[in-house]
């Protein structure tokens, strides 16, 4: 694939104003699938099944096999729609999408169309500045995922290249729901960023209602983002662009970027932009051509006949509402205010997708700055290591109890790192792996003394430095104390030993 021309960031700004749409599927984690009972893969305990393993006949579009609506994914997708500020539709009806889906057996897909289950609302957007945007909602509505296809043959999976394609239909009839902003304008140079912090924010939401695990590397949450470029005065929209399937939010961001400097090259020089879905491609950073984009009209959308309206109470709507949690944007802008953090410290957790964590462990002890520290730093990093999630390692309170060991003297940094080692290897406690690798700090004076005897005859010139005023030569003997106990003494009072001698 050749590379296409892309035009500078800022100069495309200044040609031609950005206007962005975003559509984000969220898989619901609920146990069977939208319109069967197979147990649904995007909850955590069925993923790892072995593939077209969950599946039920109204998945593989046998016929007369029949549909029936998951009520526990109605209530999961009013509870969404809920939590983004829309209004909750008294009846909303399912409906057949028609279009060739190599992933569905059934050849049409059942969505909503005309008749969403939720519309009209809004979102708050932080961005990295402490900036907030509000984000309009036209829609969200349910569907029903597709399976999944993998391309044979071809370079890094894509199916351009690839000799055949083998279908999981796990995935297929997994319970969607899919949110559509309206047309979002003047974000203008932030529009990569916003895009960016939109996807987390829908993400933030997604955990916090408990409606899906949210977990992007699996596909839980996935972002098709809509690019169009005008020319800076006018009024009309650009020809919009449709980027699928886009699964983590920096790519979401990249894939912004790169459609608007690509599509400023087009327009700049005289040329027209194709309305298609185009794919993103990680590994080099570009999109390509999917297929010319269809209007609502070519898909021949008419009311599912299987399935009757979904016409929710008032009474379930209002205790919906009521189990509701803190919206994230309002939660971070408290906790950012409860722990003194600046923007830059509370996006190094907001990122690392590290909040929750660091609430628990402030709420078992710890103060607000090594809660962060802990999980951001060294649990962060042996993570990456491990390539596992950092809430899968250590809970909150074993952080809490080990930075407890190191205010009250029992450790130093250094010798907690080892504890924390312990602790994820499932030795125990904090104060069990002190205990059994025998990593308290030495504050006995005796043993002290002796470390330190030991040290100033090997450097007997240490004492007369000290004595002659240069106080700093006691670092030698402090390092050689520390290194003889195996870090494992107390280096302020090996200091002051020091000092009392001299």
Known sequence: MARA?????????EKFEPVIGLEVHIELNTKTKMFSAAANPANTENHD??????????????????????????RKSIT???????????????????????????????????????FEGSVEVDLGDGETVVVPIERA?????????????????????????????????????????????????????????????????????????????????????????????????????ETKNVNSMRSVERAVRYEIQRQAVILASGGTITQETRHWHE?????????????????????????????PSEELIEELRAALPEAPAVRRRRLKAEWDFTDLELQDVVNGGLLNEVEATVAAGAAPQTARKWWTGEITRVANAQEREPAALVAPEQVASLQKLIDDGTLTDKLARQVLEGVIAGEGTPQEVVDARGLA??????AL??????????????????????????????????????????????????????
Do not use: W
Request: with cysteine; glycine share 10%.
């Open 283 to 311: 590994d080099t950073g570009e999109t390509s051509p999917g297929r010319p984009k269809s209007d609502a009209d070519d898909y021949r959308y008419f009311p599912e006949p299987d399935l009757l309206p979904v016409a």
């Open 80 to 118: 969404l729609g809920l939590a983004l500020g829309c209004s909750i539709a008294p009846s909303s009806r399912f409906a057949r999408k028609n279009y060739f889906y190599p992933d569905l057996g059934k050849n049409y897909q059942i969505s909503q169309y005309d008749e969403p289950i939720a």
């Open 49 to 74: 099944a072995e593939p077209n393993t969950l599946v039920a006949p109204v998945d593989m579009g046998l016929p007369g096999s029949m549909p029936a609506v998951n009520a526990e994914a109605i």
């Open 5 to 13: 021309e892309l035009m500078d960031f800022d100069e495309a700004l």
């Open 449 to 502: 003394i002796a470390a330190i005897d030991d040290a100033l005859a090997a450097q007997p010139d240490v004492l007369e430095k000290i004595r002659g005023g240069k106080v700093q030569a006691a670092g030698a003997i402090i390092g050689a104390v520390m290194k003889a106990m195996k870090g494992q003494a107390d280096a302020a009072r090996v200091r002051e030993l020091i000092l009392e001698r001299a």
């Open 441 to 446: 700090v030495v504050s006995d004076d005796g």
């Open 141 to 241: 509505h349910m569907e029903e995922d597709a399976g999944k296809l993998t391309h044979m043959g071809g370079a890094a999976g894509r199916i351009q290249g690839a000799s055949s394609s083998l279908v999981d239909y796990n995935r297929a009839g997994v319970p969607l729901v899919e949110i559509v902003t309206h047309p979002i304008f003047g974000a203008e140079h932030r529009a990569p960023e916003l895009a960016k912090a939109y996807l987390a924010t829908i993400r933030d939401i997604a955990i916090a209602t408990g409606i899906s695990e949210a977990r992007m590397e699996r596909g839980n949450v996935r972002c098709d983002a809509n690019v169009s470029l005008r020319p800076r005065g006018t009024e009309k929209l650009g020809t919009r662009t």
